[in-house]
């Protein structure tokens, strides 16, 4: 069954929005970099010509910065307090 679906030497993945504001999901595959890079300065290309514009990535598991205390210590670790822990089943410490 793989042999009729053989892997791709590489891979390109990218997110446009239209001007009528539709977001597309694009893949290219190819048998190398070089073939892939080729294809998706053409791609490129095409977006600039057709008013396309590129989506920023949505990074799914960063981690969200931190708020902090100042002037207190956590009363566990010493470290510095965040504001607020977790959901909203945690009570900030920063209230006590």
Do not use: H
């Not at 890079?37 to 590129?54: D, E, L, S």
């Not at 708020?67 to 009363?75: A, L, N, R, T």
């Not at 504001?83 to 006590?96: E, G, I, Q, R, W």
């Amino acid at each position: 069954m793989t042999d009729n679906f053989p892997e791709a030497g590489a891979i390109a993945f990218t997110t446009i929005r239209t001007p009528e504001n539709f977001t597309w999901n694009v893949t290219m595959r190819d048998v190398d970099g070089e073939s892939i890079a080729k294809r998706m300065i053409g791609f490129q290309v095409y977006c600039k010509k057709n008013n396309w514009t590129p989506v920023e990535p949505k990074s799914f598991g960063a981690k969200k910065e931190l708020d902090y205390v100042e002037g207190k210590k956590c009363p566990k670790c010493g470290g510095r307090l965040v504001k607020k822990v977790s959901s909203k089943f945690t009570k900030s410490l920063a209230d006590n």
